[in-house]
C-alpha cells in the first residue's frame, strides 16, 4: 500500500512538472511574440513623429507656421519676431525677455 502512494505521488508530481515545463515554454513565445510586436510598433511610432511627415501632414491640412511666437512667463507675454525655419526654431529674434521685476 506504500509502494502504490509512492508510485501515484511520484507520477502526479510528474505531471505538475510536465504542466510547468509546457506553461514555461508557452510564456516564452508570448514574450518572442510581444517582442517582436513592440519592434514593429517602435518603427511605426518612429516613422509617424518624423518631422518631415508631420510638417507633410500639416501642409496638406494647411496649417502654416506662425510669423512670430508668443512667450508667456508669469508677468505677462511678450512677443519675439523672426523668421522660423522649416526646424521650427526663431531666427534673428528680437531682444529675449527681460527677466521678472527688472521692468
Partial sequence: MVLMTMVFGLAAMNVLVAQGAFRVQALAQQQDELRQQNGVLRLEVASLTAPNRIAKEAKQ?????PKSIEVVDG???????????TAHRV???????KPAGTE
Fill in 91 to 97: 531666427s534673428r529674434p528680437a531682444a529675449p525677455p
Fill in 61 to 65: 491640412l494647411g496649417l502654416v507656421l
Fill in 75 to 85: 508677468q505677462g507675454s511678450r512677443t519675439l519676431t523672426g523668421e522660423i525655419d
